[in-house]
Nanobody
């Protein structure tokens, strides 16, 4: 059983910063991708940033230069540092871990943490 526990969301003013954390537990292979997605009201869940265990990272165009993603492989923890936050960053942020098996892709989600950017 894989579990993801997120923390760090909250209310912040435009231009401010927040750091999200996600700790994964359970049987997780060393080769995996961890990342963050977000879903605003009335919109689909979209990728924000991903980090492969080998080091490659990817970011949505809307957050490039403002957000960074990092991970601690020994702790199966992934972080999202969000700087220069904008009101349009307001959403529920979800942590994700996934890996490929012979039977397909295994995909797990956290419960989500609310990020609200407002003055």
């Amino acid at each position: 059983q894989v579990q993801l526990v997120e923390s760090g969301g909250g209310l912040v003013q435009p231009g401010g910063s927040l750091r999200l954390s996600c700790a994964a537990s359970g049987s997780i292979p060393s080769i995996n991708t961890m990342g963050w997605f977000r879903q605003a009201p009335g919109k689909e869940r979209d990728v924000v940033a991903t980090s492969r265990s080998g080091g490659m990272t990817n970011f949505a165009d809307s957050v490039k230069g403002r957000f960074t993603i990092s991970r601690d492989n020994a702790k199966n923890t992934v972080y999202l540092q969000m700087n220069s936050l904008k009101p349009e960053d307001t959403a529920v942020y979800y942590c994700n871990v996934r890996w490929v098996t012979g039977a397909g892709v295994r995909n797990y989600w956290g419960q989500g943490t609310q990020v609200t950017v407002s003055s």
